[in-house]
């Protein structure tokens, strides 16, 4: 059986039966009580924009990136308004590029501060070797930023070009400095399966990373991103992307490469070093979305804010929610997408799997054909994922990024309040 027709079976059957988007008014954005949750804060400003890339991001416009920080602003007060003063987990400042907003990025996180109770190092924000300056970064570190992640894609300016960077090598390297300087925990973003890149190419970037003394170094292949949008590309480029065996040993490249310089995987892209922080947004089980095209999960519901921009603006001005529409989960979908966010993290407790979905005959046959395939293996308490088991989730995150999200981000981007998703 391949792992597609695994998945088909265990994953698809409830998605298919329930996996509907619909609209929702004000009155049916629900957040149940909770002590704590995730942040997650979208801000969608480039300084250039990436040909493949399939985020909800536009060209930085000051007017604009005003008028957007104060809707933001009033979006924190609306939910506060629903779940009190909460304590804060984790805040996940994506994009776009976060840092183009310079100071107005400031008065967002001061707002929070105000409205929540933030944790301590739990701020961790997306930026690019672009837009880093000292200023920026010491307004950063008096704001307690936990991790700062730099996209810095690769450290050879032949890829660079070939992806539509616009930056060099040496701006990338300098960057890092600036940023080392204020905080002392970076995440650096690389990219594989490049056209034309070999795996020594590769293995050139995760050395760099690694003298750069990151703590973390995540790796994403190029065609993590919609078929379509990377193959125009690569017919504009006219060049070719690496084979899938290629692909498969790039992969076991920087695993190997970074579990031998001490890091351990922190998800099935990721890894970081033994003793620092997990920082992310979606593998919680409890996270609210601010911010045009952001994503809200709680308990029995997942909604989605309007990918417009000037549309989110308008609505939060006019008093109303960013979410537009929602997808109930059944107690069922809920623990499955409990499974699923934790085998991406490559870990998971024994004993909370147990307590979710024991009594789910399907879930345990699961569990027991990826034991037998030496895809997960049991270490103390815990299912861990082996190198094998690594690799063919980072291709199903792939396949369900470009099949179920990569369609519903597609409707979202089209239409700023669609009537209807089905996945
Ligand atoms: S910098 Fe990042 S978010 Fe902005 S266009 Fe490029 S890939 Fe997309």
């Known amino acids: 059986m391949s792992i597609w027709k695994l998945v088909e079976y265990f994953f698809l059957p409830e ?21 704590e949750i995730g942040l997650y804060l979208h801000i969608p400003f480039c300084r250039s924009l990436c040909p493949y890339c399939p985020y909800d991001r536009i060209l930085l416009e000051n007017t604009l990136s005003e008028h957007y920080t104060n809707a933001v602003i009033k979006e924190i007060e609306l939910i506060k308004n629903k779940v ?22 400031e008065k967002i996180v001061t707002k929070i501060k105000d409205e929540f109770l933030l944790k301590e190092n739990t701020i961790f924000i997306e930026t690019n070797p672009n837009d880093i300056t000292e200023e920026k970064m010491a307004m950063l570190k008096d704001l307690g930023t936990g991790m700062v992640s730099i996209g810095v ?43 034309e890149q070999s795996e020594k190419d590769f ?10 003394e990151a703590q973390q170094v995540t790796g994403y292949p190029l065609f993590t991103f919609p078929y379509s949008q990377v193959g125009k590309f690569l017919k504009i480029n006219s060049v070719k992307l690496p084979s899938f065996n290629s692909r498969k040993r790039m992969f076991y490249l920087m695993y190997d490469v970074l579990t031998e310089n001490e890091f351990v995987p922190a998800s099935v892209w990721g890894f970081k070093k033994p003793d620092g922080a997990e ?10 979305g601010l911010g045009a095209s952001a994503a809200t999960k709680v308990p029995g519901k997942f909604y989605m804010n309007t990918f417009s921009i000037p549309h989110y603006i308008e609505r939060i001005n006019s008093g109303e929610c960013a979410e537009v529409v ?5 107690k069922r979908m809920d623990d499955y997408y409990w499974l699923y966010w934790k085998i991406y993290e490559t870990r998971f407790q024994k004993s909370e799997f147990k307590k979710r ?9 699961l569990i027991k054909i990826l034991e037998a395939g030496n895809f997960i293996k049991i270490k103390g308490t815990h299912y861990i994922l082996t190198r094998k088991g690594m690799f063919y989730v980072h291709l199903l995150q ?10 519903a981000w597609g409707k979202m981007m089209q239409d700023p309040e669609p009537h209807e998703i089905h996945l």
């Open 398 to 407: 792939n396949q369900v990024a470009l099949n179920h999200i990569g369609k």
């Open 279 to 288: 920082f992310s947004s979606v593998s919680r089980m409890y996270y609210i």
């Open 357 to 365: 979905l024991h009594s789910d005959k399907k879930a345990r046959l």
């Open 153 to 195: 894609q690769s450290f050879q300016n032949k890829f660079l070009r070939a992806i539509g960077r616009n930056y060099d090598a040496q701006t990338a390297m300098n960057a890092i400095e600036i940023v080392k300087k204020y905080i002392n925990n970076i995440n650096i973003d690389l990219m594989f399966v490049l056209p």
């Open 203 to 212: 293995e050139y970037d995760l050395k760099k990373a690694i003298e750069a």
């Open 15 to 35: 998605l298919r039966r329930y996996g509907k988007f619909t609209h929702i008014k004000e009155q049916d954005f629900i957040l149940p009580e909770t002590k």
């Open 326 to 330: 929602k997808m109930d989960y059944t």
């Open 84 to 105: 009190g003063k909460v304590e804060i987990t984790s805040f996940y400042i994506g994009g776009g590029t976060p840092t183009t907003i310079g100071k107005n990025l």
